[in-house]
């Protein structure tokens, strides 16, 4: 799409974001299974369920911008992120290196997420979109919220109250 002013760039990146949360919804629930520690697989599982919720609501958002279903953009950087995991996983035989591998990855997933949500949620405010800037501002928490828990799962091991 070609992008004439800060509009444009905003659903552009909107569309962006909607790549990575699709993507993710659909590499979840194969990396729960690489996942020994309970705890850890039970998180990327309901973290999973969370980012469909994530994509539908974004989608809702583009869909309310009148921005179609099929102007979307592959966003190549989670493209990356991904395939670098899954080479990780493969890469690691011993389960409790493999988990700490897979938390690594999915704290660098969360990150960038939080990265594109934080940008996007600004400038929604910017725009006067408050809708958008209250559904986004609310991913970027839940998404918060999910990085601390991989941390505390790293750190202090297992059984963990979810957020
Ligand atoms: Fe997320």
């Known amino acids: 799409m070609q992008v004439n002013d800060f509009h444009d760039l905003y659903i552009a990146e909107l569309s962006e974001l909607r790549s990575v949360e699709t993507q993710l919804a ?22 999973r369920s969370v980012t469909q919720t994530h ?10 911008h009148g921005a179609s279903a099929g102007n979307g953009h592959d966003d190549a950087s989670m493209h990356a992120i991904l395939a670098e995991t899954d080479k990780w996983v493969g890469m690691i035989g ?18 960038y997420e939080i990265a594109v949500l934080g940008t996007l949620a600004s400038w929604a405010k910017k725009l006067g979109y408050d809708r958008d800037a209250t559904v986004l501002s609310a991913i970027l928490q839940d998404d918060k919220a999910a990085d601390a828990y991989l ?7 297992h059984d963990r109250p979810p957020p």
């Open 26 to 47: 659909e590499h979840l629930a194969d990396l729960a299974t690489q996942a020994t520690d309970k705890t850890l697989s039970n998180a990327i599982r309901t973290h």
């Open 151 to 157: 941390t505390d799962i790293a750190t202090n091991g």
């Open 55 to 64: 994509r539908d609501r974004i989608n809702t958002l583009l869909q309310d």
């Open 94 to 111: 011993d389960s409790d290196l493999r988990d700490a591998g897979l938390i690594a990855s999915l704290q660098r997933m969360e990150h």
